[in-house]
């Protein structure tokens, strides 16, 4: 595990799109420069050790008051490997060094196997809803 280079673009755009994070209105790109911008050592990938393949990311931020995990990622071919699990872990321990005292997650509803990923990893739903408002288009 180490920290995003830009290097590793088309390969984390890739994997986001096997694990089917890409939306139309997210160009994956420019959300990626966006987060070379802002805490870049945050955003974590998982390399192989045998191959150098790209298996994993998550993209981790903090903001003053609550820690996030965006595009947790793992290969398709590699999941339930403890790669998502790991790339948790590394999230919560740079986030605790930050004096962050709590850690939230977006996860699409409905989607209920991720749902099970992260209670089995000790979270759970926190009774808010989430609203969001586009203020930059990516079209």
Same mark, same amino acid.
């Given at each position: 595990?180490?920290?995003?280079?830009?290097?590793? /673009?088309?390969?984390?755009?890739?994997?986001?799109?096997?694990?089917?994070?890409?939306?139309?209105?997210?160009?994956?790109?420019?959300?990626?420069?966006?987060?070379? #911008? /802002?805490?870049?050592?945050?955003?974590?990938? $998982? =390399?192989?050790?045998? /191959?150098?393949?790209?298996?994993?990311?998550?993209?981790?931020?903090?903001?003053?008051?609550?820690?996030?995990?965006?595009?947790? $990622?793992?290969? %398709?071919?590699?999941?339930?490997?403890?790669?998502?699990?790991?790339?948790? /872990? =590394?999230?919560? #321990?740079?986030?605790? =060094?930050?004096?962050?005292?709590?850690?939230?997650?977006?996860?699409?509803?409905?989607? =209920? %196997?991720?749902? $099970?990923?992260?209670?089995?990893?000790?979270?759970?739903?926190?009774?808010?809803?989430?609203?969001?408002?586009?203020?930059? %288009?990516?079209?």
């Amino acid at each position: 595990m180490r920290s995003f280079r830009p290097a590793d /673009t088309d390969a984390v755009v890739a994997l986001w799109q096997a694990c089917g994070l890409v939306r139309p209105w997210n160009d994956p790109r420019k959300d990626i420069a966006r987060k070379l #911008t /802002t805490q870049p050592e945050l955003f974590l990938v $998982a =390399e192989s050790i045998d /191959t150098g393949a790209l298996l994993g990311s998550a993209m981790v931020g903090y903001d003053g008051h609550r820690g996030w995990v965006n595009y947790l $990622a793992v290969d %398709p071919a590699a999941q339930g490997g403890g790669i998502g699990r790991a790339l948790m /872990t =590394e999230a919560e #321990t740079l986030l605790r =060094e930050r004096g962050c005292p709590k850690l939230n997650l977006q996860i699409r509803a409905g989607n =209920e %196997p991720v749902m $099970a990923f992260y209670e089995a990893l000790g979270y759970a739903p926190d009774g808010a809803v989430s609203f969001g408002k586009r203020l930059i %288009p990516d079209d």
